[in-house]
């Protein structure tokens, strides 16, 4: 299976605040990488696709680079809904395995 | 918009097994794969397997091998999810969600809203 490494585990930030979590495959997955948005309670949702696409309604301070086994996702000017736990997915193959996970505090 | 609706709670002894159903509303049912993830409280999201609604090939995370069935009945749009010799580390949420094409790209672009499953003697 391809394994996926995030980090980091936790952070803390201010509403304003530019923060970035990186996200590495053990091997090389091209662009097959998506970002989701999880919240207590609720379904996690889709915010990025393909490493860099811009999933509709999903505000454009998100955004995701990366290819080949190094990938990130950046929000910009935090805000307080931004407070969620993020998770990176590899879809290059069947079996769609996760990150750990980034829960973000604001 | 698709809407994936999955059972209720469950509270399960150890050893039991428990089956938790997805049900995919609109007329897609057959076209994209189905895929299982559950969240262990505390933890990050674990991808389970995934299900070929159109036919019902499986595939498996190697860990569950052995102790996940997952199922289709196209007559329902539904599928099935069921964990076997459970035990306590397998409390948690458990989603379904849809597999389908963004812009091109394999996404999970629609979920359930989860099933919550406890393990307790």
């Known amino acids: 299976d391809i394994q996926m490494t995030q980090s980091p585990s936790s952070l803390s930030a201010s509403v304003g605040d530019t923060v970035t979590i990186t996200c590495r495959a053990s091997q090389t997955i091209s662009r097959y990488l998506n970002w989701y948005q999880h919240k207590p309670g609720k379904a996690p949702n889709l915010l990025i696709f393909g490493a860099s696409g811009l999933q509709s309604g999903v505000p454009s301070r998100f955004s995701g680079r990366g290819s080949g086994t190094d990938f990130s996702l950046t929000i910009s000017g935090l805000q307080p809904e931004d407070s969620a736990t993020y998770f990176c997915?590899?879809?290059?193959?069947?079996?769609?395995?996760f990150g750990q996970g980034t829960k973000l505090e604001i | 918009q698709v809407q994936l609706v999955q059972s209720g709670a469950e509270v399960k002894k150890p050893g039991a097994s428990v089956k938790v159903s997805c049900k995919t509303s609109g007329n897609t049912f057959t076209s994209y794969y189905i895929h299982w993830v559950r969240q262990a409280p505390g933890q990050g999201l674990e991808w389970m397997g995934a299900?070929?609604?159109?036919?019902?090939?499986?595939t498996y995370a190697q860990r569950f091998q052995g102790r996940v069935t997952m199922s289709s009945d196209t007559s329902t749009s539904r599928v099935y999810m069921e964990l076997h010799s459970l035990r306590s580390e397998d409390t948690g949420m458990y989603y379904c969600a849809r597999d389908a094409p963004t812009s091109g790209w394999p996404t999970f672009d629609s979920w359930g809203q989860g099933s919550l499953v406890t393990v307790s003697s």
């Open positions: 299900i070929n609604p159109s036919g019902g090939s499986t």
């Open positions: 997915q590899q879809s290059y193959n069947i079996f769609r395995t």
